[in-house]
């Protein structure tokens, strides 16, 4: 249903190609270069070839073509229904979208026929008006790259305002919320839902802050591959950039990046593995570990 | 057959990639394939559609190939290239062109006769040796691109009449596929759809995504269609603790994703056993769609109420006794994004606050053990246990003893 030559990156490169040759005058470095940017790295070893041994009877062995028009092709029927699908999410709202033709389509899928059923419940308001107005600013500030000035209620209660370079809008699945990357303020990231007012910066004064680093670190795991430990682990940790090593026929060594101000989250990750998991370096990991745990005992459970 | 950097099966490849990105400590030989050709295969055809993100290890055991993506950098799920290797033939691939050549617009429309016609005159003639295109080759395609919602029939008379559907513009959807093509099922459909603006770079970026769960986009989208018409479907699945995968009638009634373990469930009805069960998507394969199922609301409602006792993907259908969940966490007074968490992770349980500085949590579920990884994500501060499940309780209990030891906490020697 999904894997069909109509999507491939063949198809999609030739119909480039073709589209150079009716429009101007081609020469074969210029298909060359039309396979290197679009289609795999090997894919000239085939693509070229099949032109010039008229395989493919698209183009001529001088690279003239009968084609006459750009190619086109309307859109398929999967993804018509995957466009109706999405268009009857709520989170649609946060886009300025105007779609025609899809008023007979069955959706792909409906509310009713997907649960996401971990994710946490207090997600952002994606129906309310002043939060799409803030959405559409930021996206807007993104694109222009101009500064924007957000106004927030502290965790004092207190309200405060910064002002940034809205870089780009990072969407968390588990949390179901937007957050602000920006640069140029001492913080480099905002909650979109916590923003009370959202307007674009047009101040002229002195703007030195320094962002705050938020360095990569490293994480050793030892897994235990006991209760499918080592499927449960790997999956989990999947969105990292890691490396994984076996040590023996029970036992795995992992390797874990992750951004300093994720490392409270990545503590309680790994702490929900129990016994299975167990941090071999750095130091200061362990500690993190050991402390919890300290107090845990101290918590002389009942 | 010679190598090539397409696939027509796309299953073979959903096992490998898997096997790269997930794990990634497999050495040649590990690999239970056929034969040494079919990993080598593979491996260059994932290098070629994934090179960036292929990385090598030499270890005493040979070189190990691996996918290694810092998924919050990628704004577009890389996988999704996978999906654009699917293998077509000589024919495909020319009389694809050319019919769209021929039906340039959605006012051209042609017969059969006139399009063989046109093709052999005005597209192949000055081939050398031109392909020879027969009638049925012909109305094959169309009627495939028919099925596909790419081409219209219209009859005058005797005449069946050829012609291209209406274009869609997609200009205002720009920012709506970069987000939903990774935040939405089947996301992959976005990707396919984006490939067919000019390229654009995304403002968003994704946290917390697994994309590995792409590689199951075909089994859910036939899921999914499937659940669209009320209807059975017959999988292939394959469980962890049998060799062979076993066939299996089911009525799907929902995907269940998980956020946080990078798993996706189909939860659906199994006649047979009388029992709603949950299957991994990635354990299912050869999805084929039966006979409506005239049962298929009511037990899809039935499903809704089971959710009220699940934490996860499990359920009983006619479970005489549920399972008691309590624990009671130690909150600090200036801990109240402890409370916070409680409230927003707490799923089908409950929350109260039972003094100044200690809260509880209760719920009635078919499954404490799924359960289990979350409560963890408390220890430091957990004063109370009380299941009705003991088993799952003690298991609890001891695997906290075996965390001390295993830290050397309380001057114990570290396992």
């Known amino acids: 249903m999904i894997f069909s030559e109509l999507y491939s990156v063949y198809y999609r490169t030739v119909a480039k190609i073709l589209s150079l040759v009716v429009t101007a005058e081609t020469t074969e470095k210029d298909i060359c270069r039309q396979i290197s940017e679009n289609a795999f790295s090997e894919s000239v070893l085939t693509i070229l070839p099949a032109f010039k041994e008229e395989k493919w009877q698209l183009l001529d062995r001088e690279l003239t073509t009968s084609i006459l028009h750009e190619p086109t092709m309307p859109l398929t029927l999967l993804e018509k229904r995957w466009l109706k699908a999405i268009m009857e999410d709520p989170r649609i709202k946060l886009f300025d979208v105007q779609m025609e033709g899809l008023e007979d389509v069955t959706p792909l899928f409906t509310a009713a026929d997907y649960k996401v059923f971990d994710k946490y419940t207090d997600s952002d308001p994606y129906g309310d008006e002043a939060y799409i107005r803030n959405f559409k600013l930021v996206t807007e500030a993104i694109r222009t790259r101009r500064p924007i000035r957000i106004t927030m209620t502290n965790r004092n209660g207190k309200e405060v305002w910064v002002r940034c370079f809205p870089q780009r809008l990072e969407y968390s699945e588990k949390d179901d919320k937007f957050r602000i990357i920006a640069a140029g303020c001492r913080y480099s990231q905002f909650n979109l839902g916590r923003i009370t007012t959202c307007e674009f910066y047009n101040g002229h004064g002195p703007w030195n802050e320094v962002p705050r680093e938020n360095a990569l670190r490293e994480v050793v795991l030892e897994i235990v591959d006991k209760r499918n430990a080592l499927e449960r682990v790997m999956m989990h940790f999947a969105h990292f950039e890691k490396q994984a090593e076996k040590v023996d026929d029970l036992h795995y060594k992992v390797r874990i990046r992750y951004y300093e101000n994720d490392e409270t989250e990545i503590v309680i990750r790994v702490l929900s593995f129990g016994p299975y998991v167990k941090v071999i370096e750095p130091e200061s990991f362990v500690n993190l570990i050991k402390e919890r745990l300290k107090k845990q005992k101290e918590c002389e459970l009942v | ?415």
Not at chain 2, 61 to 69: A, P, Q
Not at chain 2, 377 to 398: A, C, G, M, P, Y
């Open chain 2, 1 to 415: 057959m010679a190598y090539s950097e397409l696939v027509k099966n796309f299953d073979k490849i959903r096992a490998y990639m898997r096997e790269f990105y997930v794990y990634g400590f497999k050495s040649r030989t590990e690999y239970d394939a056929k034969s040494a050709r079919s990993y080598d295969d593979e491996r260059r055809r994932i290098e070629s559609w994934l090179g960036d993100y292929m990385r090598f290890t030499q270890t005493a055991e040979g070189k190990n190939v691996f996918l290694s993506v810092d998924n919050r950098v990628s704004q577009h799920n890389p996988f999704y290239k996978a999906w654009k290797a699917k293998s077509f033939t000589d024919r495909d691939i020319t009389l694809h062109f050319i019919i769209f050549d021929i039906l340039h617009d959605a006012s051209v429309k042609m017969t059969l006769k006139e399009i063989i016609g046109v093709i052999d005159r005005d597209y192949l003639a000055s081939f050398e040796e031109p392909m020879s295109l027969d009638e049925s080759t012909v109305r094959k395609k169309l009627k495939e691109y028919i099925e596909e919602g790419l081409l219209l029939t219209e009859k005058e008379g005797r005449q069946v009449y050829y012609r291209r559907t209406e274009m869609t513009d997609l200009s205002s959807v720009q920012d709506a596929l970069d987000y939903f093509s990774e935040a939405a099922p089947c996301g992959v459909v976005g990707s396919y759809l984006l490939d067919r603006l000019a390229a654009d770079e995304s403002i968003f970026s994704f946290k917390h995504h697994y994309i590995t769960g792409t590689l199951d986009s075909d089994v859910m989208a036939l899921l999914f269609d499937a659940m669209s018409k009320k209807s059975c479907v017959t999988v292939r699945n394959l469980n962890r603790r049998e060799n062979e995968p076993k066939e299996l009638q089911l009525v799907p009634l929902k995907i269940y994703i998980s956020t946080q373990n990078g798993r996706q469930y189909l939860l659906a009805y199994r006649e047979d056993l009388d029992r709603i069960s949950s299957y991994r998507l990635d354990y299912l394969s050869a999805v084929r769609i039966g006979a409506v199922c005239e049962q298929f609301d009511a037990l899809r409602a039935t499903l809704c109420e089971l959710e009220k006792h699940m934490w996860g993907v499990n359920c009983r259908l006619h479970a005489k006794h549920l399972e008691h969940v309590e624990f009671v966490v130690r909150v600090g007074g200036d801990e109240a994004f402890i409370v916070q968490r409680l409230a927003r992770e707490k799923r089908c349980g409950m929350v109260e606050q039972i003094d100044e500085t200690h809260y509880r949590f209760t719920a009635e579920v078919f499954d404490t053990m799924e359960m289990v990884p979350w409560i963890r994500t408390f220890i430091s501060r957990i004063t109370q246990f009380n299941f009705s499940n003991r088993t799952v309780e003690n298991k609890l209990r001891d695997d906290l003893e075996w965390m001390y030891r295993m830290y050397g906490i309380d001057g114990g020697d570290e396992a």
